[in-house]
T-cell receptor
Framework: DAKTTQPPSMDCAEGRAANLPCNHS???????VYWYRQIHSQGPQYIIH???NNETNEMASLIITEDRKSSTLILPHATLRDTAVYYCIVRVVDGNKLVFGAGTILRVKS | KAGVTQTPRYLIKTRGQQVTLSCSPI?????VSWYQQTPGQGLQFLFE???????NKGNFPGRFSGRQFSNSRSEMNVSTLELGDSALYLC?????????????FGQGTRLTVV
């Protein structure tokens, strides 16, 4: 599985967009990019995933570069409840083995 | 639709004992995977089961084992517990053969070994 690189921490003002970058330069053609977040001591929560097109759902948007070597998770209007560790993962289709890195600690401040 | 259910939520065991944790996947999900989360090592993959067969295995000693039943429910067992086995154990389930369907996690079992 390809490895990902994320900044260790980021701050965001409440109500502003939070943009979380992820580098996955060794991603293979059949690997999807997934984003999860984990609020302290809870199970990771699925946010969004994509292959090469940009994706949007009720929680967030995922922007994947054309060469697929990096992506950005966008939380359009961050709230204090979005404070969590965000994990970017690449995963082979139909494989249920997720390789977690250290993730990005996002702190949303009022 | 009910989510992934893990039982028990909290457990305290003594060194040398064994423990069994249970995971009920989302209805219709046939793949179940297990993870260990500790402050020092982060989230680490233990193993994955599909159709009652172990499909993937992480780098953990043989004291960690699992199984899956015909209804897709899964259990993991840790024998001869060590202090270092204290961790949050997470279970995730997903559809198989449905493209890139994501894995969904339970709330975990917090195991403390004393």
């Amino acid at each position: 599985d390809a490895k990902t690189t994320q900044p260790p921490s980021m701050d965001c003002a409440e109500g502003r967009a939070a943009n979380l970058p992820c580098n996955h330069s060794t991603i293979s053609g059949n690997e999807y990019v997934y984003w999860y977040r984990q609020i302290h001591s809870q199970g990771p929560q699925y946010i969004i995933h994509g292959l090469k097109n940009n994706e949007t759902n009720e929680m967030a948007s995922l922007i994947i570069t054309e060469d697929r070597k990096s992506s950005t998770l966008i939380l359009p209007h961050a709230t204090l409840r979005d404070t969590a560790v965000y994990y970017c993962i690449v995963r082979v289709v139909d494989g249920n083995k997720l390789v977690f890195g250290a993730g990005t600690i996002l702190r949303v401040k009022s | 639709k009910a989510g992934v259910t893990q039982t028990p939520r909290y457990l305290i065991k003594t060194r040398g004992q064994q423990v069994t944790l249970s995971c009920s996947p989302i209805s219709g999900h046939r793949s179940v995977s297990w993870y260990q989360q500790t402050p020092g090592q982060g989230l680490q993959f233990l193993f994955e089961y599909f159709s009652e067969t172990q499909r993937n295995k992480g780098n953990f000693p043989g004291r960690f084992s699992g199984r899956q039943f015909s209804n897709s429910r899964s259990e993991m067992n840790v024998s001869t517990l060590e202090l270092g086995d204290s961790a949050l154990y997470l279970c995730a389930s997903s559809l198989v053969g449905q493209g890139a369907s994501p894995a969904f996690f339970g709330q975990g079992t917090r195991l403390t070994v004393v």
